[in-house]
């Protein structure tokens, strides 16, 4: 009995390591922000338009992540479709850009224009 445990606990460690996990593989959908930091707004806003056209995503999409059984998350197999994969890729590009968006308050009026006093 304990040889049969040690020999199932191995194998769950292994399929777990191998990068194929589905938490592993969502977890790799969060993409950093500042790399878009210095794309120029509006160019930034089409690609994130043109990028949620070509997955039929809404612009404000965000990685999402499936809810395994506690403690289990590592050994589950990714069984999303490539096509989904694909679309959970994208769904994290987008959110990065909004971060990105947002934060420099792209498509929005420039505020010391807003203030200014007319000539």
Do not use: H
Not at 2 to 30: F, K, Y
Not at 60 to 78: I, Q, R, V
Not at 93 to 111: F, L, Q, V, Y
């Amino acid at each position: 009995m304990r040889w049969n445990m040690t020999i199932l606990a191995s194998c769950l460690a292994a399929a777990g390591c191998v990068g194929n996990s589905a938490s592993e593989r969502q977890d790799a959908n969060v993409e950093s922000s500042l790399q878009y930091d210095s794309v120029p707004c509006d160019q930034l806003l089409a690609q994130r338009n043109g990028l949620a056209q070509q997955y039929n995503l809404p612009t404000t999409a965000k990685p999402t992540f499936s809810n395994p059984a506690m403690g289990f998350g590592p050994f589950t197999p990714d069984m999303r479709s490539k096509a989904q994969r694909d679309s959970d890729k994208a769904s994290g590009e987008i959110d990065a850009m909004n971060r990105s968006i947002d934060r420099r308050d792209c498509g929005k009026p420039d505020k010391q224009k807003k203030f200014a006093l007319p000539g």
